[in-house]
């Protein structure tokens, strides 16, 4: 059974649960390929969202369960209006040690110091190459520059940045040496990310070709030196470093899903469903239970009910929420 006693929230696996990923709009300033679909996006209207107040209500109780992790995501998250006294706000409840963002970067160069300000430590920058071509062929926009400038901006900020590359054939294998190479001058951590198949249609790949092994055995033809470095405890990132290099590497591997067995994540989406497993087709709707006038109990007890039901592991989940093969987009879940 799952438990929120003495505030540790447990999933029906006894997996602590401390996490949570809140996508906050499923709108996008870019089209990835990988993520949703160039044209014809239905965007969700703004009743569909959870409001800020929604999104803050539900942070503080989570964070009264046992979550002390709150990563926001979306969709773009600065391209919703009121995202920044939202951080402000989430930031200062306390028993939150740790507010991440993950972000495009197209408009985030500017914002950067007010972040520092509201405490954000550390941000996970989207980028999955360096040639501004294939910048523009996967994401559909001409903003590599604004990207390359929120980066910079960050790290002279003194805010820590991962960079999320994702793998694709024959869209961008080409760059993995050189993102690699960025460790060697910039304090960054770089991670490839296998892709998965979330990007708003029914087409992905019948096998992955460009798995965690593949990507490793790629970085090692340019760099045979690296070494393999310490996993961080809840890491879903294989982590190595290159002697000498400033910054280092990670290896997630999203589609092989290695790391469910100390899975101790959350999502929330933007239209207020809670996930257990990102490979959850299905999910408790929140949105519903808050307008229906639920109190904090009742609300806590939705959370319990939804983690006695945890997939054990993001096959189980797939297999058992998707009945046919068009996934969500990933800016309807977060990432
Ligand atoms: N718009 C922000 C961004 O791109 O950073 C945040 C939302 S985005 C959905 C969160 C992360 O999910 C990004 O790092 C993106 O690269 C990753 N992502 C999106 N679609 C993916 C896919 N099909 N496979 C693997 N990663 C994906
Ligand atoms: Fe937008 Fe992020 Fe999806 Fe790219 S990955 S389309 S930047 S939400």
Redesign the pocket.
């Known amino acids: 059974m799952p438990n929120y006693l003495c505030g540790v929230l447990k999933d029906n696996h006894g997996r602590i649960v401390n996490y949570l990923r809140l996508a906050v709009t499923d709108r996008?300033n870019?089209r990835?390929f990988?993520?949703m679909p160039e044209k014809g996006n239905n965007w969700l209207a703004r009743t569909e969202l959870l409001s800020w107040e929604e999104m803050l209500r539900l942070c503080r109780l989570t964070i009264g369960m046992g979550v002390n992790k709150i990563r926001i995501?979306?969709?773009?998250?600065f391209v919703r209006k009121g995202i920044m006294p939202f951080l402000s706000d989430l930031s200062g409840i306390k028993g939150l040690d740790n507010l991440t963002i993950?972000?495009?970067g197209v408009v985030t160069a500017p914002l950067v110091p007010e972040l520092k300000k509201i405490g954000i430590k550390a941000v996970?920058?989207?980028l999955d190459t360096l040639d501004r071509a294939r910048f523009q062929a996967i994401t559909h926009r001409d903003e590599f520059d604004k990207v390359i400038e929120t980066m910079h901006a960050l790290i002279s900020n003194g805010i820590d940045v991962k960079i999320?590359a994702?793998v694709m054939d024959g869209k961008n294998t080409q760059d993995i040496p050189a993102l690699v190479a960025l460790t060697k001058e910039l304090p960054v951590s770089v991670r490839f990310?296998?892709?998965?198949?979330?990007?708003g249609g029914g087409q992905h790949y019948q096998t992955l070709v460009w798995d965690h092994m593949q990507i490793l055995q790629t970085i090692k033809e340019s760099y045979p030196e690296i070494a393999k470095i310490p996993d961080p405890l809840y890491s879903t990132s294989y982590n190595y470093k290159i002697p000498g290099h400033k910054g280092d590497v990670g290896i997630i591997a999203?589609y092989t899903r290695s790391f469910c067995g100390t899975c101790n994540r959350i999502r929330l989406t933007p239209q207020g469903i809670l996930k257990t497993c990102l490979y959850d087709n299905g999910g408790t709707d929140f949105k519903h239970i808050i307008r229906s006038g639920a109190d904090d109990a009742i609300l806590s007890s939705a959370i319990v009910t939804a983690l006695s039901a945890k997939a054990i592991d993001g096959h189980e989940a797939e297999r058992t929420t998707y009945s046919s093969g068009a996934h969500q987009s990933?800016?309807m879940i977060?990432?």
């Open positions: 996008c870019l990835c990988y993520c995501t979306g969709g773009e998250p993950t972000t495009n996970n920058l989207s999320n994702v990310i296998e892709e998965m198949p979330f990007n999203a990933m800016a977060g990432g």
